[in-house]
């Protein structure tokens, strides 16, 4: 089985990675975001430290620490870290539902956020077996969470929003 090139993850970390700030309005509903101001929010999304973070995170889990030169993440370190890439995860997913989109593509955001939604309750399965000592860190780790097809329903909703003229991860 061939492991994933950490790049690949992007979208997943889109997924799995989209948006790091909130926009709020005086009111408590957000107001809608004007086409600039949504693309603006993904490029954050995609630049941040949280979308970088979830990629190196998934990188660690699958590929290994570069810093230690382990190929495999064990034990608790694996856990950990599993727990930390999930945890990333849902704190992107809960700042793009924060975001109220240009109208012509609610629905595209509405869509990829139940798909990313699915791939994160998968990655939290996997970060808590890995937690059990059920499963471990490398190629099982990536046979469990790359790959999902939820993840690339997300993916092709993202190219959706891209043939809107949203540049979600820049240029």
């Known amino acids: 089985m061939r492991y994933v090139r950490a ?18 309005s005086s009111s408590s509903q957000p107001h809608r975001l004007s086409k600039s101001e949504y693309q603006q929010k993904l490029l954050e999304i995609t630049r941040s430290r949280t979308a970088r973070e979830a990629s190196d995170r998934f990188s660690k889990i699958v590929l290994g620490d570069r810093a230690t030169g382990l190929t495999e993440l064990r034990g608790r370190a694996c856990s950990k870290s ?34 990313a939604r699915v791939s994160a309750e998968k990655i939290d399965e996997a970060a808590r077996d ?38 979600v991860f820049g240029e």
């Open 130 to 167: 890995a937690e059990a000592g059920r499963l471990a860190c490398g190629r099982d780790m990536n046979s469990r969470i790359y790959g999902l097809p939820s993840t690339s329903r997300a993916q092709a909703t993202i190219a959706l929003i891209e043939g809107k003229g949203y540049l």
């Open 7 to 24: 790049v690949s993850l992007a979208p997943l970390a889109l997924v799995l990675v989209f948006s790091v700030s909130s926009c709020g």
């Open 82 to 115: 599993a727990r930390e890439f999930a945890e990333s995860i849902h704190e992107i997913l809960d700042s793009v539902a924060a975001l109220k989109p240009p109208r012509n593509i609610e629905a595209l955001q509405t869509r990829f956020l139940k798909d």
